[in-house]
């Protein structure tokens, strides 16, 4: 695992007090050097090209992040490592990969890639927000970076050019019940037992309200449809996953009014169906590798 600390080089982005000063220094090396993640960003949140990054430059509240930088200490840098050093063990992960720490985007608190070499990146700013739970988030994001590793290499080997509803399902649910297990059991990298633990019950509400970050309002009208919001999804599970369906049942802003689908649907019901797999004895690490037709079958 290599930690690559982006926060100095943000620093000096902003230093400049000149506007188009920072969006030079940005397109001449910051770019470059993060384009990696800067680009996964762009075709897989945005769908725009890089272009969009000067927005978030136009917008930046310098003193806000002075401030920050000035908190990100080592010692908080040394529990985020820890913490993926334990998401990834009890996933029995030992490929190497990237985890970059980064700011300048408000909104982007994790996003991780499983090809190439694999990397996992979060946003600062919102991982270290006092109502965010790092240890949800970042076993949240390591698990994609497997699971996803796993996935796009098994859809190579048969042909399958695009995921289906049916993987991001998964992949998200697996992603919300791993945080919900880092919390619950304590799957750190210190523990050398950590195969045989299993949640063996579904996971306490309000373990998995944080592990979905969703507010109470939204969290009860999905449960008061659980049911058939679950059978609509899985009625979905065999169809191409489109932008349109991300933002349908995946893409989170709260919203309370009736009149539309509450955000999150897709984590809540992937979540709960992940939950009862593992409520069984299924492992987080054997589902994390599971091919997701199998995983639909144990449904």
């Known amino acids: 695992m290599k930690v690559i600390n982006g926060v100095g080089d943000f620093a000096k982005i902003i230093s400049k007090d000149v506007l188009a ?15 990696k993640v ?12 890089k272009l969009v990054y000067h927005q978030f430059l136009n917008q930046v509240d310098t003193d806000y992040y002075r401030d920050l930088i000035s908190h990100i200490s080592p010692e908080v840098v040394k529990r985020i490592e820890e913490a993926v050093a334990g998401a990834a063990f009890a996933l029995d992960y030992t490929q190497d990969f990237e985890v970059y720490l980064m700011l300048g985007f408000g909104h982007v608190l994790g ?8 990397f996992v990146y979060f946003g600062l700013e919102l991982l270290l927000h006092d109502q965010v739970d790092m240890a949800y988030v970042i076993a949240h994001e390591v698990n994609h970076m497997v ?71 939204t969290f009860a009208r999905i449960e ?3 049911e058939e919001w679950t059978d609509l999804l899985l009625d979905k599970i065999n169809e191409p996953m489109t932008t349109k369906d991300w933002y349908e049942y995946f893409v989170i802003n709260n919203q309370v009014d009736d009149q539309v689908k509450p955000s ?16 069984k004895g299924l492992k987080i690490n054997e589902l994390t590798r599971m091919d997701t037709g199998k995983i639909l079958q144990y449904i």
């Not at 000063?21 to 384009?35: A, G, I, L, Q, V």
Request: glycine share 8%; hydrophobic share 30%.
């Open 21 to 35: 000063h920072r969006r030079r220094e940005w397109d001449d090396w910051y770019w470059h050097k993060y384009e």
């Open 38 to 49: 800067l680009q996964h960003q762009c075709d897989t949140l945005y769908h725009q090209d």
């Open 111 to 118: 996003t991780s890639c499983g090809k190439h070499k694999p």
């Open 147 to 217: 699971r996803l590793s796993h996935v796009r290499k098994y859809r190579k080997s048969k042909g399958m050019e695009h995921l289906t509803f049916g993987d991001v399902l998964v992949l998200e649910g697996l992603g919300v019940i791993h945080g919900v297990l880092q919390v619950e059991n304590g799957l750190e990298a210190n523990r050398s037992d950590h195969k045989s633990q299993t949640i063996n019950k579904m996971p306490e509400i309000e373990s998995f309200k944080k592990s979905l970050m969703i507010h109470d309002e």
């Open 224 to 226: 008061a449809r659980e």
């Open 264 to 279: 999150g649907i897709g984590y809540y019901v992937g979540g709960r169906l992940m939950s009862s797999l593992v409520a």
